[in-house]
């Protein structure tokens, strides 16, 4: 990966660009999962690193760099397929990269003031230099104003190309989304001091990113994906990515109602949340049927026509796309269905069991899809005609999603366990969440946790391995 | 502390048989699913489907113990019933769709062709 | 063949129109009920309070009343209740005060980043308890453990004490550490906790364990 520019088989500048991001991606990615593992340690002895970088710290770093290693990657995939998709060279990849070392550069200096600083005093002067305490949006408020300028740096690249080029209906959905991405992010650029006004637009961002716009983002990236790697047929993927953005928009904008349950707003959501938010894993439903559908297809297509071999031609890339469909449909689909009526909610609200969630739908709606791109960004920088599986991608592929499968499972026990007996029985109290804490099977789940942690962090490191070296091995063995 | 208020409403003792039955409804959902897609592109025959039926049959029937033990009211519980029925019919829309896409955009290579 | 089969159904220029107005029709929908909701969850006035009208987010000066926390037989969960005056450190506090306090408070749970330990109305990290309801803890009450333990003969005093010196205070093995909170900041976040105790949640949490003599109903 490292050398994966000076290869330079890439077919045009804003590719190069693409895996500049890539691979600043993947070291955050590593970081995110070290101070994770630090945070479950804390879990289960709480001594560990106390007052010197405490949970608070670990945490925000790791839910930091799990957003901003995403958004480098989306924004990395993006300039990947910009060219292939319009037919036309960036409009402006000089200033992308300008861009990306701006935010490159802002981003070293926000994580060192989160782990040096650590916290500040009760004054504007913090929010604007150490960061907003507002989980998942956290990056100092100079920061924001940063990002918000390479962003449209960024979109100013992805559009203008767009309009220059041809407009197929991947990159017509592409630009729209973005647009909508990018502009939701300022709904949690300002303070106040109402703690539920607070909460309600710090949602927009959040939920309107992960279960609207971020959804359409991987349906796009799998449109493009299926055309490029088993061959699809565009006009059929691109019906389907117009039904995707039917049914992800028309459930997810208004499942927002699923975090307006407690947070001082009115009742009313509780209706509208239910139903539209219910509605939600049905168009995950019909991503993963599409895929494998898609697949199948293909291959059959091509067994028809006498071809013996895979019509895969990017190994790699293709399993993580079918750990993709999987992935999504679990983590945001069955676990988000798990606990978003709100009759099951009032009592699974802010518990392990949210944290469940959080990890698997992540994991396998976003950190899957992504790494599929940097494979097949690897493939097309080395000019590899086909990328086989390695051991090491195996691995990869295998040790984190079961570390992951691992820690989701941990932390639902301990969630059920939180539930019954600090919710359930107890009343949710300070005593209550304590008892519930030192409850042994709770106990026992988070060790679970700590152990699949580091099942998830070996896997990254055949991961990075790997992408650090496949393109080389593929292009030898071709040779 | 005072004693808990009692209301007719979720019991501990309710919990893990409603998370294990929102799980079936999605498990099964899926199985549904998964069975009608694959008797569809011919990976078996036609006959599993009547084993996709039975999958949905066992859906409704656990979405309908989900309202009931959620205490649902009787409306939302006639709306969900209603929803299963649609339910029935999505995977053969959807393979109109597919095999109509097929034909349309596709038709040098149609799977049907390919695949005996 | 493939001419007479061009149903709408597989158009794409169909389903593209079909995504845009499902799209702008659940925007709107929900454009809409976000004013009718920031209609609802606006902060209160002072008027307000005096005059006993109900805010789902009641004015900074909800500091200057005791709170509760009772089942509502007319809404079928617990809401919070606003009783008779009661001093918060000493003293009634003016409006403007009052929201000063608060809104250094505010400040403070962010820049401490209490959120990234703590949920706030059930958001947040699962690390400590949810602090939506601490203010009616039954361990800050009179008979609970904490006053005795910092010393203090109110509640806020209590609560300001341990804020600024948590570990001197620890209950459980998991202790919150000492964050160089100042005096003036823990007196903001009391009243920030305070405040938010105050919020109409719809019930959530369930079945809060309630404190002797902090309503007058019962
Ligand atoms: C890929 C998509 C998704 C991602 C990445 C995701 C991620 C998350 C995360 C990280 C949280 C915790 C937020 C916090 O820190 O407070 C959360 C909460 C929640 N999610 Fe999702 N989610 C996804 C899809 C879904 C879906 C499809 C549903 C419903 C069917 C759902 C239902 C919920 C609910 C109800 C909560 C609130 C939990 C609570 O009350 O504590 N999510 N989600
Ligand atoms: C080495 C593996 C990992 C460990 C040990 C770990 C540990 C943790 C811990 C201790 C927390 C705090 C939970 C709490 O507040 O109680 C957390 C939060 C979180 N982690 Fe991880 N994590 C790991 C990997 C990941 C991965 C791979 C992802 C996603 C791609 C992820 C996404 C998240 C999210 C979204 C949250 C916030 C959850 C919420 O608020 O509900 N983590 N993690
Ligand atoms: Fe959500």
């Not at chain 2, 209301?7 to 409804?25: A, G, H, K, N, Y």
């Not at chain 3, 003293?91 to 809104?103: I, N, P, T």
Request: hydrophobic residues 50%; glycine residues 8%.
């Amino acid at each position: 990966m490292l050398t994966s520019i000076k290869e330079n088989h890439l077919t045009n500048k804003g590719q190069e660009l693409g895996m500049m991001y890539f691979r600043v991606a993947i070291i955050l990615f590593g970081a995110q999962l070290v101070m994770g593992l630090i945070a479950a340690i804390q879990f289960l002895a709480p001594g560990f690193l106390f007052e010197l970088f405490d949970f608070s710290v670990a945490r925000m770093v790791h839910i930091n760099a799990l957003v901003v290693w995403m958004l480098y990657a989306m924004i990395g995939a993006t300039y990947m397929m910009l060219t292939d998709e319009t037919g036309h060279e960036g409009v402006a990849i000089g200033l992308g990269k300008l861009g990306f070392w701006l935010l490159t550069a802002a981003v070293t200096v926000v994580v060192l003031v989160y782990i040096i600083v650590q916290v500040g005093p009760g004054t504007e002067a913090s929010l604007w230099l150490i960061h907003e305490g507002r989980e998942y949006i956290e990056a100092p408020r100079w920061a924001d104003i940063g990002i918000v300028v390479v962003v449209l740096i960024f979109y100013f690249n992805v559009f203008a190309t767009y309009m220059k080029g041809e407009k197929t209906g991947i990159m017509t959905v592409m630009v729209a989304n973005l647009l909508a991405l990018a502009g939701l992010y300022m709904a949690g650029m300002f303070y106040t001091d109402n703690i539920s006004m607070d909460q309600f637009w710090w949602w927009w961002v959040i939920h309107l990113w992960v279960e609207a716009t971020w959804e359409v983002f991987v349906g796009t990236l799998a449109a493009y994906a299926l055309i490029k790697i088993i061959g699809a047929k565009r006009e059929i993927v691109e019906m389907w990515l117009w039904i995707e953005v039917l049914m992800l928009f028309g459930s997810g904008i208004l499942g927002m109602g699923h975090h307006y349950f407690w947070i001082g707003t009115p009742e009313y959501w509780w209706e509208i949340g239910a139903l539209f938010s219910a509605l939600e894993p049905v168009p995950l439903i019909a991503m993963f049927v599409h895929v494998l559908y898609d697949w199948g297809k293909e291959q059959g297509i091509a067994e028809g026509r006498g071809e013996t071999a895979s019509v895969i031609t990017n190994g790699p890339a293709m399993a993580w796309i079918v750990t993709n469909a999987f992935g999504n449909f679990l983590g945001a689909g069955i676990w988000g269905f798990f606990h978003t009526l709100p009759q099951v909610n009032i009592y699974t609200h802010g518990t392990q069991f949210t944290a469940a969630h959080g990890h698997l739908s992540f994991f396998g709606a976003y950190a899957t899809i992504l790494i599929g791109m940097m494979y097949y960004g690897l493939q097309r920088a080395y000019g590899v005609q086909r990328m086989k599986l390695t051991f090491k991608s195996k691995m990869g592929i295998f040790l984190t999603t079961f570390g992951v499968m691992g820690m989701t499972i941990a932390l639902t026990i301990a969630g059920y366990e939180q539930v019954i007996v600090e919710r359930g029985e107890m009343g949710a109290t300070w005593n209550a969440f304590f008892v519930a804490q030192n409850l042994p099977w709770y106990v026992q789940a988070q060790m679970w946790r700590a152990i699949m942690g580091v099942v998830t962090l070996l896997g990254f490191i055949y991961l990075a391995w790997d992408l650090l070296t496949i393109g080389k091995v593929s292009k030898e063995a071709e040779a | 502390m005072n004693e808990l208020i009692v209301r007719p409403e979720i019991t501990p003792d309710m919990f893990l048989p409603i998370f294990t039955i929102s799980t079936l409804v999605l498990v099964f959902g899926v199985a549904y699913a998964a069975t009608i897609t694959l008797a569809k592109m011919g990976y078996f025959s036609k006959k599993w489907m009547n084993l996709g039926y039975l999958f949905w049959a066992l859906q409704t029937y656990s979405l309908y113990l989900l309202s009931v033990w959620i205490q649902s009211e009787p409306f939302t519980s006639k709306v969900l019933m209603v929803t299963m029925l649609a339910y029935l019919f999505i995977p053969h829309l959807y393979f109109r769709l597919i095999e109509d896409s097929d034909r349309r955009y596709d038709s040098g290579n149609n799977i049907a062709e390919q695949k005996n | 063949m493939a001419n007479k089969n061009l149903s709408v159904w597989t158009s794409i220029p169909f389903w593209r129109r079909s995504a845009a107005w499902v799209t702008g029709f659940a925007s709107i929908l929900l454009i809409w009920l976000t004013f009718d909701t920031l209609g609802q969850i606006t902060m209160g006035t002072d008027d307000d309070l005096k005059n006993g009208v109900t805010k789902r987010v009641p004015a900074a000066t909800v500091i200057n009343y005791k709170i509760g926390y009772e089942m509502s037989t007319k809404r079928g969960h617990e809401v919070p209740t606003i009783g008779e005056k009661e001093p918060f450190f000493g003293k009634e506090w003016s409006a403007d005060d009052a929201a000063d306090l608060l809104h250094l408070g505010k400040l403070t749970s962010q820049t401490k980043n209490c959120m990234n330990c703590h949920t706030l109305l059930g958001n947040g990290a699962y690390y400590a308890p949810d602090l939506t309801k601490a203010w009616i803890d039954p361990a800050w009450s009179k008979t609970g453990p904490m006053m005795a333990m910092t010393g203090k003969s109110t509640k806020e005093e209590a609560i300001a004490e341990f804020l600024q010196h948590p570990s001197t205070y620890p209950t459980h093995a998991r202790m919150m550490p000492e964050l160089g909170i100042t005096a003036d900041e823990a007196k903001g976040l009391v009243a920030f906790l305070k405040h938010m105790s105050s919020i109409d949640t719809n019930g959530f949490p369930r079945n809060f364990g309630k404190e002797e003599g902090s309503t007058n109903a019962h």
